[in-house]
């Protein structure tokens, strides 16, 4: 069974900096991971993608965010990170990770993390 595991969540000042990390661990059934990616949903509103990083290492962002969010991956770790730094309130969300994972005998599905809340606010 795979699992994307979140953490790195909090509450932070305005200005503040914040690492979120998510792992995939399946039991040595993981066969290969493509896109990982971060999302969030605030109250209210829909989930909306953050940002995204290819098997490669190409990486898209959403305006909102771009130039204070880093998105990063670990291949070797199965482990995607999303620096936040600059944190504003209206960052305010649950931030998610999904996986698109190649997963022996179950094929390609896409895996979402718990979610790990972060809060901004001083």
């Known amino acids: 069974q795979v699992q994307l595991v979140e953490s790195g969540g909090g509450l932070v000042h305005p200005g503040g900096s914040l690492r979120l990390s998510c792992a995939a661990s399946?039991?040595?059934?993981?066969?290969?991971?493509?896109?990982m990616g971060w999302y969030r949903q605030a109250p209210g509103k829909q989930r909306e993608l953050v940002a995204a990083?290819?098997?490669?290492?190409?990486?898209n962002y959403a305006d909102s965010v771009q130039g204070r969010f880093t998105i990063s991956r670990d291949n070797y770790k199965n482990t995607v990170y999303l620096q936040m730094n600059s944190l504003a309130p209206e960052d305010t969300a649950v931030y998610y990770c999904?996986?698109?994972?190649?997963?022996?005998?179950?094929?390609?599905?896409?895996?979402w993390g718990q979610g790990t809340q972060v809060t901004v606010s001083s």
């Open positions: 990083i290819t098997e490669g290492g190409n990486t």
């Open positions: 999904k996986s698109t994972i190649n997963v022996l005998s179950r094929g390609v599905n896409d895996y």
């Open positions: 399946g039991r040595g059934s993981i066969f290969s991971i493509y896109g």
